[in-house]
Structure formats: structure tokens, C-alpha cells
């Protein structure tokens, strides 16, 4: 295969070299392979035309542009490339001379730093001269308008490429473009060139047929454009946009110089050698059968796709859509959350943008935001979605309006879930799981007629999987209305049954309603700070009692996507904390408890009625209690404070309140009654025989401050249940708690004095003689 460029490497005629070194004349700067002469006499035989007036408006408008993406112009014109070498090999399959001695399939970039040039060559079809003048001159009119036109409303100039005009991008770059084409179809090569000035020349190419076949696409950079010509740069656009390209793309290098290499006058003169690297060395693997990809080819591309060689998928989903919309997807959860992954703020504050790439046809269009292939809640999930149906170029509007981007992004959510929901149910439900498992490979095989050993059992990750991404399965849980069914079964939560065998085993929807007692009609949970505090609150003793098991929600997530659920499997979700409690069947005699309601009746009133007077001044000073009433919820305490049906359980109110949010206004409080606690019988009695009993009133108010503690609300003011604690404390010691407190003179014994130590004294008294004799002798 042969490319209109100087190589470094290539033969040099000796009465040439003994020319220039006789003349030492600089070496004359090729722009684009040709000499002055061979273009001077190119423009002497050159056509010249006018593009049409749509065309240079369209030039005008791209040349002049601010906010396009100046990356752009690679992308159009490697997708081009791409086009024309499928194109080749189409027709190779159908004629097998078709490629001839320019067998190699392939693009290749070149850069020229003196004359500042970047050269796009491919070896597809090429283009003969009337095809130059008609693809290249005088484009579509009517892409041309509509592009135009959607621009006035708007859009982004960055969908170039939808309209069919996405050549024109190279302007963004270049002040001048040459085209050198070949084509099968016609003897002769052809340079097409373009300065952007209204007009365009078409002419013989006088140096032959160097390209083979194909298309080179030169691009004469512009001053303020000069850093596209840096290797590195380069090397980051086409991984970014075409790192799965079919074709390979090569960019040429200067070799680095070895220490062993060996330096002579010959190779100063030739100037230094050149190799071309390949840049899109990652092979698009969700379009090869999932058969034929071995494990470590998986964990390899999501290497590749993450840029992080040491990363780890904890589980992947691959597939492809047939029929109307057709796509291939390969979609990867990661075995840990990206790095400052959180909810609040905006996406990006937050780091959860979308991290599944389009593709159209092997070249990424949109990432990130502009993606938008997954809901918020599911943003943790990489991969890369490629759609033959979609536009090469669309815009972040249009994808959000695009009919087949909703179709995508509906079976990509389903088929995650349908991941996520087999990884829990292995977890779980390890033997079912297992055995549908071993009913799919044992059709798989008789299928296809294998009769290898079953594979072996494996651990399911999903207890990996909900301890990194438990909040997102919340959230989407509350946010995602069209499968908050389906995430349901994704929800584990401690419980009053997984507590027993371990502090940190979870269940499932599905595992509590598979324990589930016969009469049993309701799922029933309660909300706190931890599943040990939750087994002792007042609402849990009857339950404890009757073996009925109640979720804890531990999270401050889980109460409002609970809300939200409503019921699951047809049995309604009911907190503990909040109305009145039914146990349906399971209740207790209710002939028993409408006989005590009216024994209780004047206490209850009187209750109410003094919580009321009491809280005249300060409506909150009873967290709004509004009613007070007997309870069966209870059985060993004496009281409890329940919220509305549509209130905020203490955890949610005070998840609240610590964010600074006002909650005085919060959902009225309901004050019950244990009516078998003897502490509330007692209380009976006085007000049956004294409504303004003192003792009655002072126990009324401790046990009601007591109620709001033990129930997880905030009190406003402890001071009277931390005397009353006091006071118990004295009693129980058998101090009189009417004693006023007064200074006690300290009774402290006088310390005796430390003795000296016998060796301590004796080495004293020598160290004296010792000093007397000196002064003897002095």
C-alpha cells in the first residue's frame, strides 16, 4: 500500500546527496507530499466551483463558532474513514480482486510539524472526481437547511454529523482542506481543496495514483488550533471517541533512539525514522458472542473502560435487543462505589453522573450527562449501550426526546434489575436459586448436546453489592415509579427474626413474607437507630409476644421508600410507631378491651386534659400530643408515643430537625396506655377517687416525658425526668429527699508523714563522716 508521503526511511540517490551537500540548500517543506512545481502546475490545470449558497453558510457559521466542541472534527472525519473501509470490505466479500495489492484495511494518521498539517488516510473506497465534487462541493440541500435551522432553535452545534454535513468540522480546525482521493471505479486520482472562501478546486493529482485506493484528508491546521498536533493530544481524542473503532487507527511516531543504536552522517541526512502505533487497540467485545469471551477477557474491557487497570466488576450484564430498536449492551456493576459517590447537590458535586457510553456503529457519541441512558439511582453502573439505529451525532435534547433512546434505556433498567434480583435470591434463597440454575444449563445442554459436568456452585455477591450501593437501591426505591415493584425485592433489612441468629444477617420482602404466621395479613416495621434499639422500644412488646416479626429500618432511607411502596405482595406496609395498632386475627379479646376503654374512660379524659392545660403556653412542649388513649400495643411498659398514620416516625423528625427544618408544625402525637400496667391502674384509682390528686399529676407528667424518651422523640426539657431519677436514686438509699442540700464540712484524716529509709540514712551519715575527715586533713 502506497501514501502520498515522504517517508524518512526512503532510498536516496547518491548524485542527490553529493548535490546537497555541494549546495547545502534547506530542504524544501512538502505540504501534503506535493513540491511547489507539482502544485503549481496542479493549479494551472484546476476546476474551479462555487459551493452552493447553503454550503458556504454552513461553513461560515462553523468557522466562526464559539462553543463548538473543537474535538469534534476527528470524530466526523475517523467516523468517515470507518464508513468508506466498511464499504471496502463489503465489496471485497462480494468480489474477491476487490482490494487488490492495498489489502490492508486501515487508517492512518500523520502529523507534519514544519508544514503544520494533520493527514487523516484511509485505505476504503475512495471517491472518484465527480463523487469529490458532489459529496465534498455541493452538499444536500436539504441537510444542509435543516441543520441550519435547528441551530436558530437552539440546538448544539456538535450533532454536525446527523445531517450529513459533519465533513465540514475539519473547518472548525483548518483554515484549508485537500482531499486526495482514489477510487476502484476510475483510473485517475483526484485532489479536491477548499480554502473556506466561497469555493472549492478540483484537480488531477500530477504526482499519479500514490494512495493505492482510498482517501487522505489534510487538514492545514490553524495558528490558535497548532496544540492538536501533539502525539498526546492526538492519542486522547481517538481513544476518547473511536478506542472500539472495527479498523485499526495508527498514528505516526518518531522512534525513540536506542542507546545501541549507532549514529552516522547517512542517517543525519535522512532525518529521523518513523512507527506507526495503533491507538484503538480495544477490540468492542459486546459485539462478539458471549460464548466465545472468557472471564478474564470481561474483567479486562472494564479495565479498559474504567482506565483503572487494578479495578474489579462485582457482576456484568451483556445482551442484545432484536426485533423493531436493535442495540448490544454490556453493562458492568463495580465491586466498590466511585470515589465521592453521594446523593445531594448536583450531579456533579455529587459524582453521580451517568457512566454508560453511547455508541453509534462502534464511535461514542455521548458520556456522562449528555448520556443519559440510566435513572439517577442506577448511575453506579459502567458499561457501553451501541445502537446501529440512532444518528451518529444527537444532542443531549434530542436524546432525551428520542424514542429509541427510551426503548434502551427500559430494557437496560429491566434487564439490571433482572442482575441485581438473581444475585439476591442466590443469597437468600441459595438451593432454589441454585436448582433454576442447574434447570437452565441442564436445557442449555441438551440444546446443544453437552455433556459436561455441571459447573460448580458459587457464592452470590449480592451481600457485596448492598453494602456498597444499599442508599442507591433506597432511592430508587422512592424515586423510580415505573419499577419500584421490582426494586423492592432488591431491599434487605434487619428484623425481630434475623436479630436472634445474627446481629448482622438482613432479609428480603419475599424472606419475611415467607415467614410469615398463618393468620398474618400485614408486613409491620418500625424505624431507629439500630436494630438493638429498635428490639426495645414499647411498640415491639406485643409483638415479641405473639412471634410476629417486624422489619427495622435502620436507615434514614428506608422510611420514605417504604412510604412510598405502600404494600408489597399484596399485604399493606404498617409501622409500629404510627395509629393505632391491627393485628387483624392476631389481636387480643376485643370484648376484654372495649370493657376497659370504658373503665379508662374518665382517666383517659382527664389524661388529656391536663397535657393540654398543661401545654397552653408552649404547644410543643409535649411534641403536640392530641389525644390520649388505652393501647393493646403494650405489655410490660406502662406507655408509649405513637405518631399519626401520615406523621414522621421519631428518626425520620429528627433526621429532620438536625438538618436545621422546622418541625413544629410536625404531625400530631398520640399518648398511650398501658391498661394492665399497675403503674396505670394506680393512676386510675387516684383520679376515680380524686381528679386533682397531686401524686397523680406529678406521675401523669413523669410518664408521659418518660413516653416521649423511650419512644426516640426529643424532649424540650429533662429537668423533671432527671430529679425524678434523683429521687429514686435517694429513696432507694434510704435518703430523705426533702433534705435541702448544704456544705458538708470536709472529713479528711491527717496524712502521716513519710519515715525515712534506714539505707537512705545510713549512706547520709557516711557521706557526713567522709566530709568531716576531709576537712580534718585539710
Not at 436539504?142 to 473547518?171: H, P, R
Not at 429528627?654 to 391502674?681: F, R
Request: proline share 4%.
Amino acid at each position: 500500500m502506497l501514501f502520498s508521503v515522504v517517508r524518512a526511511d526512503d532510498e536516496v540517490d547518491a548524485e542527490d546527496v553529493e548535490d546537497a551537500e555541494e549546495e547545502e540548500e534547506p530542504a524544501e517543506v512538502l505540504i501534503d507530499g506535493l513540491t511547489e512545481e507539482q502544485r503549481t502546475a496542479m493549479a494551472e490545470n484546476a476546476e474551479n466551483h462555487e459551493f452552493r449558497a447553503e454550503t458556504q453558510r454552513l461553513m461560515d457559521i462553523i468557522i466562526n463558532s464559539l462553543y463548538m466542541n473543537k474535538g469534534v472534527y476527528l470524530r466526523e472525519l475517523l467516523s468517515n474513514s470507518m464508513d468508506a473501509l466498511e464499504k471496502a470490505r463489503f465489496l471485497s466479500v462480494q468480489d474477491s480482486d476487490y482490494l487488490g495489492e492495498t489489502a490492508d484495511l486501515e487508517v492512518r494518521i500523520e502529523v507534519d510539524q514544519a508544514a503544520k498539517t494533520l493527514s487523516i488516510i484511509d485505505t476504503g473506497v475512495g471517491m472518484t472526481k465527480q463523487e469529490l465534487i458532489g459529496n465534498l462541493g455541493t452538499v444536500a440541500k436539504s441537510g444542509t437547511t435543516n441543520f441550519l435551522e435547528s441551530l436558530k432553535e437552539g440546538a448544539d452545534a456538535n450533532m454536525i454529523g446527523q445531517f450529513g454535513v459533519g465533513f465540514y468540522a475539519a473547518f472548525l480546525v483548518a483554515d484549508k482542506v485537500s482531499v486526495t482521493s482514489l477510487s476502484n471505479d476510475e483510473p485517475k486520482q483526484h485532489i479536491w481543496e477548499s480554502s473556506s472562501d466561497g469555493s472549492f478546486t478540483v484537480s488531477e493529482d500530477p504526482r499519479g495514483t500514490t494512495l493505492g485506493r482510498g482517501t487522505r484528508v489534510t487538514l492545514h491546521v490553524k495558528e490558535e488550533a497548532l496544540s492538536l498536533l501533539e502525539a498526546h493530544d492526538l492519542e486522547q481524542s481517538v481513544k476518547k471517541y473511536s478506542q472500539f473503532m472495527t479498523f485499526p487507527i495508527r498514528l505516526r511516531k518518531e522512534k525513540a533512539a536506542s542507546d545501541d543504536d549507532e549514529i552516522d552522517d547517512d542517517d543525519e541526512e535522512k532525518g529521523p525514522e518513523y512507527e506507526y502505533v495503533q491507538l484503538n487497540d480495544n477490540k468492542p467485545l459486546w459485539l462478539a458472542p458471549k460464548e466465545d469471551i472468557t472471564k478474564d477477557e470481561y474483567v479486562k474491557f472494564y479495565q479498559a473502560l474504567t482506565r483503572n487497570p487494578s479495578s474489579q466488576p462485582l457482576m456484568k450484564a451483556h445482551f442484545s435487543a432484536e426485533g423493531e430498536i436493535e442495540f448490544t449492551a454490556l453493562l458492568y456493576v463495580p465491586s466498590m462505589a466511585p470515589r465521592s459517590f453521594s446523593y445531594g447537590g448536583d450531579d456533579e458535586a455529587s459524582g453521580r453522573q451517568n457512566r454508560v457510553k453511547l455508541y453509534v456503529r462502534r464511535v461514542m457519541v455521548a458520556e456522562g450527562k449528555d448520556a443519559d441512558l440510566l435513572p439517577k439511582w442506577l448511575n453506579f453502573v459502567e458499561g457501553v449501550v451501541d445502537s446501529d439505529d440512532l444518528p451518529l451525532n444527537v444532542n443531549r435534547e434530542q436524546l432525551q426526546q428520542n424514542k429509541i433512546i427510551k426503548v434502551i434505556r427500559k430494557k437496560c433498567v429491566r434487564k439490571i434489575l433482572e442482575l441485581l434480583r438473581k444475585e439476591s435470591e442466590l443469597d437468600e434463597f441459595p438451593e432454589k436459586s441454585e436448582d433454576e440454575e442447574d434447570e437452565d444449563e441442564t436445557e442449555k445442554k441438551d440444546a446443544e448436546g453437552d455433556e459436561e459436568e455441571k459447573p460448580e456452585k458459587r457464592t452470590s455477591t449480592y451481600p457485596d453489592f448492598w453494602k456498597n450501593f444499599a442508599t442507591d437501591v433506597r432511592y430508587g426505591c422512592y424515586e423510580d415509579d415505573a419499577n419500584r415493584g421490582k426494586i423492592a425485592k432488591l431491599l434487605r433489612f434487619q428484623s425481630s427474626s434475623t436479630l436472634k441468629d445474627d446481629d448482622k444477617k438482613t432479609t428480603s420482602l419475599d424472606g419475611y413474607v415467607g415467614r410469615m404466621l398463618e393468620k398474618q395479613n400485614k408486613i409491620y416495621y418500625a424505624s431507629g437507630d439500630s436494630a438493638s434499639a429498635l428490639d426495645n422500644i414499647p411498640s415491639m412488646q406485643v409483638f415479641k409476644k405473639k412471634g410476629i416479626e417486624v422489619l427495622y429500618l435502620t436507615s434514614v432511607h428506608d422510611e420514605p421508600c417504604l412510604t412510598k411502596l405502600t404494600e408489597y405482595e399484596a399485604y399493606k406496609l404498617v409501622s409500629i410507631q404510627k395509629g393505632e395498632v391491627d393485628l387483624g386475627d392476631l389481636g387480643d379479646d376485643k370484648e376484654r378491651f372495649e370493657n376497659l376503654k370504658k373503665m379508662y374512660k374518665k382517666t383517659v379524659n382527664w389524661w388529656q386534659d391536663f397535657l393540654k392545660a398543661e401545654s397552653t403556653d408552649d404547644p410543643t412542649k409535649w411534641m403536640n400530643v392530641q389525644e390520649v388513649r388505652l393501647t393493646q400495643r403494650l405489655a410490660d411498659a406502662p406507655v408509649a408515643l405513637i405518631t399519626s398514620q401520615w406523621g414522621y416516625s421519631a428518626k425520620m423528625e429528627n433526621a429532620y430537625a438536625s438538618q436545621g427544618q422546622d418541625i413544629t408544625m410536625s404531625a400530631s402525637k398520640t399518648l398511650e396506655l398501658n391498661p394492665d400496667h399497675p403503674v396505670i391502674h394506680e393512676i386510675w384509682k387516684k383520679i376515680e377517687a380524686d381528679p386533682e390528686d397531686k401524686a397523680a399529676k406529678e406521675t401523669a407528667e413523669l410518664l408521659t416525658q418518660t413516653a416521649i424518651l423511650a419512644s426516640g422523640y426529643r424532649l424540650q426539657d429533662s429537668s423533671n425526668v432527671v430529679k425524678s431519677v434523683h429521687d429514686l436514686l435517694m429513696t432507694r438509699r434510704g435518703v430523705n429527699v426533702n433534705v435541702p442540700v448544704t456544705q458538708i464540712e470536709p472529713e479528711v484524716e491527717p496524712e502521716p508523714e513519710p519515715a525515712k529509709e534506714a539505707d537512705d540514712d545510713d549512706e547520709d551519715e557516711e557521706e557526713g563522716a567522709d566530709e568531716e575527715s576531709e576537712d580534718e586533713d585539710d
